[in-house]
């Protein structure tokens, strides 16, 4: 559910006019006009338009000279290109886990995980939210690796000031279909202050132009038309985003863990993710809503990595934010209507699970559950661990434990009134 349909019908006029404009022009024309504007959004001193967000990433990596026997710090949570580009030119992945809360990468798993063989860190900015990085730069530097932001799902955001695409030694961005900006057919950027840089990438864009191995990565003008446009919108449909997300922040904070905002921070709402009980549950909602879930599961346990060379730390928090997650339908041309369907499906179907763990509890402990006084009183962790696993998973039923059933009231009572 992107809207895009919405967009055509909205925008119709302004879409043809930029389609009968572009077909009366060679589609391999210079693209500057994009490029510019994109330097006026990021504050780089330049930026490259080619015709992926991956490949933004494979030619920021070649553009370090990173090869085999180089490593690359990356995050276990993320969309596959984070990490895929440092094997395309033959490094070695290391994943690193995730704060639990934001998705980012911790800068104590980038120190657990660093060696003298990293020459760089990827570190995305998911979901269109944004982390202080000020500690992570000055390990970078102290270290002296490359600090790459994945800026593709960021473009618009900032923090107390500080632009997506403005950080680190390059930045790249996408304009994919799903993108808060999107190309007809894609689309990418990579963003520099350094013109030796900004040069290399213009080569690999266009087959190396002779002098290095290259690709054929160029952006075609029509696309470059579309994404110049969305552009001049974006800032409008990132304001209708983030009134959606309040109205999710305000009616769901009760029932599912949102993602918190921090003081200074303009999210893009590229997405808008909650994180439920268990992945059970989760799978349900999914369901139940049409929903998607972005990630299904942590990157070094994707097939691919079987065969190919790569460390990671534990994954522990990557784990339960990959079975937890699930991400709501948002984009700027949903009604009021439609997302609080969304709100209420999600209460009713939460609250009809929380009446069958109260059935459940009743058939252990007898009618008598609630008791308020029990709230202060404490139990060992046993008994905790059973209400959850009760919660979790109906007809849990464990003999030993439940001995001592005004123990596992107190708890009862406790997990209830969360």
């Not at 500057?32 to 994109?38: D, G, P, R, S, Y």
């Not at 009183?377 to 059973?386: G, N, R, S, V």
């Amino acid at each position: 559910m992107t809207g895009w349909d919405r967009d055509f019908k909205e925008n119709k006029i302004h879409y043809m006019h930029l389609f009968e404009k572009s077909m009366q022009k060679e589609q391999e024309a210079n693209v500057e006009f994009l490029e510019n504007k994109l330097k006026l959004y990021t504050g780089r001193k330049y930026v490259v338009a080619c015709s992926n967000g991956t490949d933004a990433l494979h030619f920021a990596l070649r553009s370090l000279g990173i090869r085999k026997g180089d490593e690359v710090l990356v995050p276990q949570f993320s969309w596959i290109s984070s990490a895929s580009c440092v094997s395309m030119v033959g490094a070695t992945p290391v994943f690193c886990e995730i704060d639990i809360l934001s998705y980012h990468m911790t800068l104590d798993s980038i120190k657990r995980m660093y060696s003298d063989k990293v020459r760089a860190i990827v570190y995305p900015h998911l979901f269109g939210n944004m982390s202080e990085t000020k500690e992570i730069l000055e390990f970078c530097k102290e270290k002296n690796i490359a600090f790459i932001e994945d800026a593709a799902q960021s473009l618009g955001a900032s923090l107390n000031g500080v632009k997506a695409g403005s950080i680190g030694d390059i930045s790249t961005l996408s304009f994919n279909a799903n993108k808060v900006v999107a190309g007809i057919a894609g689309g990418g950027a990579i963003c520099t202050d350094d013109k030796e840089k900004a040069e290399m990438f213009k080569k690999l864009r266009k087959h190396g132009e002779g002098e290095m191995l290259g690709y054929n990565s160029k952006m075609l003008l029509m696309n470059a038309e579309f994404i110049n446009f969305r552009l001049s919108k974006m800032k409008e449909w990132q304001q209708k985003r983030q009134e959606i997300a309040k109205m999710y922040d305000e009616q769901l904070q009760e029932y599912v863990t949102i993602q918190p905002t921090t003081n200074g921070l303009d999210h893009n709402y590229h997405k808008y993710v909650i994180r439920l009980q268990n992945k059970r549950v989760r799978d349900h909602m999914k369901k139940v809503l049409d929903a998607k879930v972005h990630y299904d599961m942590p990157l070094s346990e994707k097939e691919m990595y079987r065969e190919i060379e790569h460390r990671a730390d534990d994954m522990f928090i990557s784990k339960i934010v990959c079975d937890t997650i699930l991400s709501l339908p948002i984009h700027p041309w949903m009604t009021k209507q439609e997302v609080n369907k969304i709100i209420n499906t999600i209460i009713l179907t939460l609250e009809h699970k929380k009446d069958q763990f109260v059935e459940d509890m009743k058939k252990i402990l007898g009618d008598d559950l609630f008791d308020e006084s029990l709230l202060k009183e404490t139990t060992e962790p046993i008994y905790d661990y059973i209400v959850e696993k009760i919660y979790q998973t109906p007809g849990y039923i464990e003999e030993e434990p439940f001995k001592n059933k005004r123990k596992l009231k107190i708890a009862f009572n406790k997990f209830y009134a969360q």
